[in-house]
């Protein structure tokens, strides 16, 4: 795959946001997964830039954290988060940006579509995060929904009804601009 400076660039920016973003996470008591908005940049830059460089930009966040800079929830970092309790979720971000690109890109004028597609990749994150955790914590996987899922319901709602609202303004402005990747 050739990248242009542009396209490089827009990955690089998207990362940084991820970066800048996940960190600033809130704890919750009742779970071990706190509230982030770093599944909002990723379906933003998987919509925007579409599945293959919303996955890159994943990948480069993670590979930031795990060689140590504090780029995860809570400003922590290393390969000790992947193997804690949210690391599932961690790697539950590359499905998320899968499936919001791809049918992003597959169905650009279908709305109802790529919103599927941010509900099946969020599924997938959480189905994943969810598994991950039940096994770190010696959980069922009831047990783990019931504090890592249920309680991030409504703010992913939010967040899903967010990027299906802007995200398609935000990219024909991009387009227009003709600054698109």
Same mark, same amino acid.
């Given at each position: 795959?050739?990248?242009? +400076?542009?396209? @490089?660039?827009?990955?690089?920016?998207? +990362? #940084?946001? =991820?970066?800048?973003?996940?960190? @600033?996470?809130?704890?919750?008591?009742?779970?071990?997964?706190?509230?982030?908005?770093?599944?909002?940049?990723?379906?933003?830059?998987?919509?925007?830039?579409?599945?293959?460089?919303? @996955?890159?930009?994943?990948?480069?966040?993670?590979?930031?954290?795990?060689?140590?800079?504090?780029?995860?929830?809570?400003?922590?970092?290393?390969?000790?988060?992947?193997?804690?309790? +949210?690391?599932?979720?961690?790697?539950?971000?590359?499905? =998320? #940006?899968?499936?919001?690109?791809?049918?992003?890109?597959?169905?650009?004028?279908?709305?109802?579509?790529?919103? =599927?597609?941010?509900?099946?990749?969020?599924?997938?994150?959480?189905?994943?995060?969810?598994?991950?955790?039940?096994?770190?914590?010696?959980?069922?996987?009831?047990?783990? #929904?019931?504090?890592?899922?249920?309680?991030?319901?409504?703010?992913?709602?939010?967040?899903?009804?967010?990027?299906?609202?802007?995200?398609?303004?935000?990219?024909?402005?991009?387009?227009?601009?003709?600054?698109?990747?």
């Amino acid at each position: 795959m050739y990248f242009t +400076t542009k396209t @490089m660039t827009l990955i690089g920016l998207f +990362t #940084a946001l =991820l970066c800048i973003v996940a960190p @600033m996470s809130i704890p919750i008591p009742i779970s071990p997964v706190p509230l982030s908005l770093a599944s909002l940049v990723v379906c933003f830059s998987a919509y925007l830039l579409g599945w293959k460089k919303g @996955m890159i930009c994943c990948l480069l966040y993670f590979l930031i954290g795990i060689v140590g800079v504090p780029v995860f929830s809570g400003f922590s970092a290393g390969f000790s988060k992947l193997a804690g309790p +949210t690391g599932g979720y961690l790697i539950g971000y590359f499905f =998320l #940006a899968f499936f919001t690109g791809f049918f992003a890109e597959t169905f650009p004028n279908a709305r109802g579509i790529q919103l =599927l597609g941010i509900i099946i990749g969020t599924t997938f994150l959480y189905c994943f995060g969810t598994i991950w955790l039940a096994m770190v914590t010696n959980t069922t996987f009831l047990q783990a #929904a019931v504090s890592a899922v249920i309680p991030f319901l409504p703010g992913d709602i939010c967040k899903i009804v967010i990027v299906i609202l802007l995200a398609p303004i935000i990219k024909r402005s991009v387009k227009q601009a003709q600054i698109s990747a």
